[in-house]
């Protein structure tokens, strides 16, 4: 909240426990009184004149006034302009506040579904958590990259004052910093969909969880421990398999095998994912290896290490990063980007990859490096 | 009293002794539906668009029942569908009725209609085949529209957004949009050539047969309106007619453009969509504007203020919305730079707005201000407008706009504008010519009372909307989700404050309702034992309050000729009549 806007009775808005909801909340209450002042303006000024100048008698003529005055037309129209200027560079300053990156963020997946949120947390030992509720720290600032199975939803934690489309085929990302913790708030936060999406669209609703400095990591290691500790009480045999596990292809065998067994505990251990390992097998299985290296040999195509995040310049002199949204794209649209020092000869993928597939295989270039940075600091 | 004899005086008398009008110039049935006279063709327009205003009205009564309290309230379960469906069915309906059968034609095609050659002193429109043909598109894309009800219901929403509406269930545990979706993007895609065929007739009838001595400035300002609508009208609704096609096409299954799992665009449809539909609110609220400033200045009986501001202003709207579609798309995750452009254009449409009511403004000071049904409705038009205008800074600030889309305070602001804007410059409108339309007067104290319910009702409804948005509660929901909320555990004090703010305006809705029923009494009354109507009631200065009320077949005997439609010198009361005659000639 801006410290020079007062804020009107709490009945206006929402709750405001975010820096992007402080920046909404303070340009809102702005408008508030501009708009209540031109409209108490107008409104005062057409009622005076009416009551002044009510025609009493049918005879009743109306005074003589001059019938147009470029000055004063051109006088009323400039500080609407002024005003709403102010406005544009205000809304712009919050809009890039929750469009840009932030530094040190907590990455959340979140996929999207009729009529479900899944929320997606990677350990540091690369597993998947995957949660219905949003969890996130106070203070620390939070990036989420949706992603719809479906139809088009949206996001909005009116809290937060934050909302995106999650659109199937696309990554969409909005970046916001929590300032205030569900135990100070006195309760979780609302978080709903609002883009329309069939039968239950106003049921797809859940909440979000600000947990207090430091508790957010115990949090995350319980929700990935939980299931594994499960699996270790009831069947420590088959926890010391999965730990061995090293290639999606035992990971299979491994979650067959529970799910033969039982059935209870392979839909919670189905919770923690190993996306890198299914797309190192879809690496393999896919041809890929063919001609692109992932030690950073140079082959036909380019070396998938080094890949995330790397500037990329492609043969129309374009520019991208490669985030998720360009590796789908390299992916199911590849001749449209061609990376400039190479020859475009690769084929489209375009629904022979499932949209998971094309998540696992994202993961999986994002841990080549992330392995590499592990190696590097650890000599 | 001396009355100046400019083709009135003589001719006003011996229309009289015929009595011969519009009205009994020929009888029966096919009189009327082939008929090739602009008034009749208005007059069916606003039979059809007063029907589909009834329709789209109970739907919002039942949208307002459902959501009086928590949980399933009147709507049932229908077939193998749930309440819910029922409920998605239901606003799509009031949505897309409203829309594409009532406010998107209803004033150019009906006041418009009816007004604009009058105001021209022409015989008829340019092309009055043309303009049939409009009004048979019309009804038969309002035919394909309910059909759409009745072959399996349409629950995307008025917006039809892709992919929704667009795949086909295949035996996936995916739930698509129900049967109606081709039959009702047919009809609008009619309803469309309508839309087209009547900006073509007004642009050609505006450039054709104005009267010797007025000038494009000489000409009423709500000719303005309808010219700078008819440009929007052809250029925009194209756009709109491929993008329906295209998903009709495509839900047919027969090409893919919007399918993301086989490399469509879903985001792509919305660029279309809006690229036609964010102008179409300026089809809307412009021709309201001319209305308003016609109404204004009347009943004032002053020359309107600043007559090139506001018809330049007219036209800047125009343009400009062809340039601020992307403002529907914020949260599509459109590019900073594009979502900054469209914000920053859409800022510029609030200048000549506001330019257009400080203007009107300007236009009362000093006036002869007659407190009477029209009047009120103009100034009250002044009071939702000038809301729903305000409301739309918030919507086009980038961040505000993250934080307000898609909830009630958007359905708010543009039920302001809309309903606001367009419905109450028609009502107003109506109830101005309406002496000119049927030649009868009304029961003024009737009209106001039924204004008054009317105007309470309305901000009722709507303005606990926007609160109900900022707090928390996204559009397009069956459920009130209080209760769903508290069983996930939030303890909030918005809780209570959607279940008490949708009872409060769900009361309003009823409120509204009964205003409605008030109106339509008053103008039944009015048709059926009303008071003979001079020729100008009003004190008018523009031509149509010159020839008789109702006016004969062909208008005027001979073309009249023009001078400034806001000159209100030398007319004067005359008491025999009780209406006004003009006494001396108008400056040209």
Redesign the interface.
């Given at each position: 909240m801006s410290p020079y806007i007062p804020t009107l009775a709490n009945w206006l808005m929402a709750p405001e426990a975010s820096d992007v909801a402080g920046d909404v909340h303070g340009l809102y209450y702005f408008l508030v009184y501009v708009s209540g002042f031109f409209f108490l303006a107008i409104i005062a000024l057409m009622v005076v004149f009416t009551l002044k100048y009510r025609r009493r008698s049918p005879k009743d003529k109306a005074q003589k006034t001059p019938t147009h005055h470029y000055g004063l037309e051109a006088a009323w129209s400039i500080p609407p302009l002024v005003i709403v200027i102010v406005v544009f560079v205000l809304g712009l300053k919050g809009f890039i506040g929750m469009s840009g990156r932030r530094a040190n963020a907590l990455e959340v997946k979140v996929n999207a579904w009729q009529w479900n949120w899944e929320f997606v947390y990677t350990t540091p030992e690369g597993v998947e958590v995957r949660v219905p509720e949003l969890h996130l720290e106070v203070d620390r600032p939070v990036v989420l990259t949706l992603n719809s199975q479906d139809v088009i939803h949206s996001l909005w934690i009116p809290a937060f004052g934050v909302k995106r489309d999650a659109v199937p085929g696309r990554y969409n990302k909005i970046a916001f910093t929590p300032t205030v913790t569900s135990a100070e708030h006195g309760s979780p936060f609302p978080l709903l969909c609002t883009e329309y999406c069939g039968t239950q669209h106003s049921t797809m609703l859940s909440t979000v969880t600000v947990h207090e400095r430091g508790m957010f990591e115990v949090w995350l290691k319980e929700a990935s421990k939980a299931p594994l500790d499960e699996l270790q009480k009831q069947a420590p045999e088959l926890y010391a398999q999965y730990l061995k596990i090293t290639t999606n292809e035992q990971f299979q065998q491994f979650m067959d095998a529970l799910k033969a067994d039982n059935p209870e505990l392979h839909e919670k251990v189905d919770k923690l994912q190993r996306p890198a390992l299914v797309g190192a097998e879809l690496y393999t299985a896919k041809g890929c290896a063919q001609c692109h290296s992932t030690d950073g040999t140079r082959l036909t195509g380019p070396s998938l290490k080094g890949l995330w995040g790397a500037k990329r310049v492609f043969t129309d002199g374009a520019e991208a990063e490669a985030d998720e949204n360009y590796i789908r794209s390299a992916i199911v649209n590849p001749m449209e980007t061609i990376v400039s020092t190479y020859q475009g000869v690769m084929p489209s993928y375009q629904g022979k990859l499932s949209d998971p597939q094309i998540d696992a295989f994202i993961a999986y270039i994002r841990s080549l490096d992330e392995a590499a940075e592990q190696d590097n600091n650890q000599p | 009293m001396t009355r100046f004899n400019d083709q009135l005086g003589a001719f006003d008398h011996a229309a009289e002794l015929r009595g011969d009008n519009y009205l009994t110039h020929s009888r029966g049935l096919m009189s009327w539906l082939f008929t090739l006279d602009h008034k009749r063709i208005g007059v069916m327009y606003l039979v059809g668009i007063l029907g589909s205003f009834f329709l789209g009205g109970v739907m919002a009564l039942l949208i307002r029942t459902e959501l009086i309290a928590e949980g399933q309230t009147i709507l049932p379960a229908i077939g193998d569908?749930?309440w819910?469906?029922t409920y998605?069915q239901v606003f799509t309906l009031h949505g897309a009725i409203m829309v594409f059968l009532f406010i998107i034609p209803g004033i150019p095609a009906a006041l418009g209609n009816f007004i604009l050659p009058i105001m021209l002193g022409a015989k008829d429109v340019a092309f009055p085949k043309l303009n049939l043909t409009s009004w048979w598109l019309y009804m038969f894309g309002a035919v394909f529209a309910v059909y759409a009800i009745v072959s399996g219901g349409l629950?995307?929403?008025w917006t039809f957004?892709t992919?929704?509406s667009t795949?086909q269930i295949q035996g996936s545990d995916?739930?698509?949009?129900m049967q109606g979706v081709i039959p009702i993007t047919a009809g609008a895609f009619i309803l469309g050539f309508s839309s087209i065929l009547t900006g073509v007739n007004f642009i050609a009838t505006i450039h054709m047969l104005r009267p010797p001595g007025m000038t494009w400035f000489k000409m009423p300002l709500f000719l303005w309106g309808l010219y700078a609508t008819a440009i929007i009208q052809i250029l925009a609704t194209p756009v709109l007619g491929i993008t329906l096609l295209l998903l009709i096409v495509e839900r047919a299954g027969l090409i893919i453009v919007f399918d993301?799992?086989?490399?469509g665009?879903?985001?792509l449809y919305q660029h279309f969509f809006w690229f036609y539909s964010h102008p179409a609110v300026y089809i809307m609220i412009l021709p309201a504007m001319g209305v308003i400033s016609e109404m204004i200045s009347t009943h004032?009986?002053?020359?309107?203020?600043?007559?090139?501001?506001i018809a330049f202003s007219s036209v800047a709207i125009a343009l400009l919305g062809f340039l601020v579609w992307g403002h529907h798309m914020?949260?599509?995750?459109q590019s900073?730079m594009a979502?900054?452009i469209f914000?920053?254009l859409t800022?510029?449409v609030?200048?000549p707005s506001?330019?257009k009511?400080?203007?009107w403004?300007?236009t009362?000071?000093?006036?002869?201000?007659?407190?009477n049904a029209p009047m009120l409705w103009a100034?009250s038009f002044?009071?939702v407008f000038?809301?729903g205008g305000?409301?739309g800074?918030?919507l086009?600030?980038?961040?505000?706009?993250?934080?307000l889309?898609?909830?009630y305070f958007v359905v708010a602001h543009f039920h302001y504008v809309m309903v606001g804007g367009t419905v109450f410059a028609l009502l107003g409108g109506l109830l101005h010519w309406w002496p000119k339309i049927t030649g009868k007067l009304y029961h003024q104290g009737a009209a106001i009372w039924a204004w008054v319910v009317i105007f309470i009702g309305f901000n009722l409804t709507f303005f606990v909307q926007f609160?109900l948005g900022?707090?928390?509660m996204?559009?397009?929901?069956?459920?009130l989700?209080a209760d769903?909320?508290a069983e996930?555990?939030?303890?909030?004090?918005?809780l209570l404050?959607l279940k008490v703010g949708n009872a409060i305006s769900s009361f309003g809705a009823y409120i509204q309702a009964i205003g409605f029923f008030m109106f339509a009494g008053v103008l039944a009354y009015s048709m059926f034992r009303g008071r003979r109507s001079p020729a100008n009631p009003w004190g008018g200065a523009s031509l149509e309050w010159q020839t008789p009320s109702p006016p004969p077949h062909h208008n005027f005997e001979t073309t009249p000729i023009a001078h400034d439609p806001?000159d209100?010198d030398g007319i004067?009361?005359d008491e025999e009549i009780d209406g006004y005659v003009r006494t001396q000639p108008a400056d040209s």
């Open positions: - | 569908k749930t819910e469906d998605n629950d995307t929403g957004y992919p929704y795949a995916v739930y698509y949009a993301p799992a086989k490399g665009d879903p985001v004032s009986h002053k020359h309107i203020f600043g007559y090139k501001f914020f949260t599509s995750g900073v979502s900054a914000s920053l800022f510029f609030a200048i506001a330019i009511v400080f203007n403004l300007a009362m000071y000093k006036g002869s201000i007659s407190v100034m002044i009071w000038s809301i305000l409301t800074l918030f086009g600030a980038l961040s505000t706009d993250i934080h889309h898609d909830t609160m900022a707090k928390g996204p559009r397009r929901y069956a459920h989700t769903a909320l996930l555990g939030i303890a909030e004090a918005n404050y806001y209100f004067e009361y």
